[in-house]
């Protein structure tokens, strides 16, 4: 088998079955990709077959020397590095269409993060349980600040699941293989804060999960009593609000905040 140990720290884990693989890179067809973890390159080896261009990026050394020595595709470039070191520019440079990867369990949001902000359609194979959260509905046990960005900022459609024996080491968990891509909304990073403090008190309703947010916006508890009398869906809880209605109150929220501050200063 290719390569040495998997590195725990760096949360490795690698595909070992093909078909898998096929199914991820049906979806790279003819595009320039990008695919982050390249591992053992059972994925890489796939994409190189289907795909226009493939930029593979490996933090582990090892595992680089590995596919470099190994890997002689001419649409193929490997690049030594950590991936979000390498900034957005990488993609302009490479013209890249796309991302196709099995990302490590702990950087699944950091590559959702990403992939929104730069507006980049993706095949990524994650957490089933993270996948969940994506989809989940208002009112559901699994809805979360995960739910309702990704409802906002992504069209996410499940491929299949992926049971835990299709890696190794084998890990605790499923997987899923999910497409994901990027909607046209905007959301600055004040709103998206906003968003992610409310839903910590996802449960609470929202004049009380605001309320319990006030030391994160810097406003005294009388201010924040205040300022949810103004708020239009104050009774109502947060996890049976809808995407949009969350956002629409970060956007009520903003502007009373943005007031007040001023007004201190």
Request: glycine fraction near 4%; charged fraction near 30%.
């Amino acid at each position: 088998m290719l390569g040495p140990r998997p590195k725990k720290k760096l949360g490795q884990v690698f595909l070992v079955n093909e078909h898998i693989a096929e199914i991820e890179a049906v979806h790279a067809e003819g595009k320039n990709v990008i695919e982050l973890g390249p591992g053992r390159g059972i994925l890489t080896k796939k994409l190189c077959e289907k795909a226009k261009f493939v930029l593979a990026v490996e933090k582990d050394e090892t595992l680089y020397k590995i596919l470099a020595a190994t890997m002689k595709d001419k649409n193929l470039e490997l690049i030594n590095a950590d991936f979000f070191k390498l900034g957005n520019s990488v993609l302009e440079k490479y013209k890249i269409d796309i991302m196709v990867a099995n990302v490590p369990y702990n950087l699944s949001s950091k590559v959702i993060e990403f992939l929104i902000e730069n507006r980049l359609q993706a095949v990524l194979c994650l957490q089933k349980e993270f996948v969940e959260h994506m989809l989940a509905e208002p009112g559901t046990k699994d809805y979360s600040r995960l739910s309702v960005m990704s409802h906002l900022c992504v069209r996410v459609t499940k491929i299949l699941d992926v049971k835990k024996g299709n890696f190794t080491p084998i890990p605790r968990v499923d997987s899923a293989v999910i497409y994901l891509k990027p909607l046209k909304t905007e959301i600055t990073g004040e709103e998206s804060h906003i968003i992610n403090l409310l839903m910590q008190h996802k449960k609470k309703r929202l004049r009380n999960a605001f309320i319990d947010s006030r030391h994160s916006l810097g406003i005294t508890k009388d201010d924040a009593s205040s300022m949810s009398e103004k708020l239009r869906n104050n009774e109502s809880r947060l996890f049976a609000m809808s995407p949009e209605e969350i956002l629409s109150t970060a956007r009520e929220i903003l502007p009373l905040v943005s007031q007040k501050s001023s007004k201190v200063q």
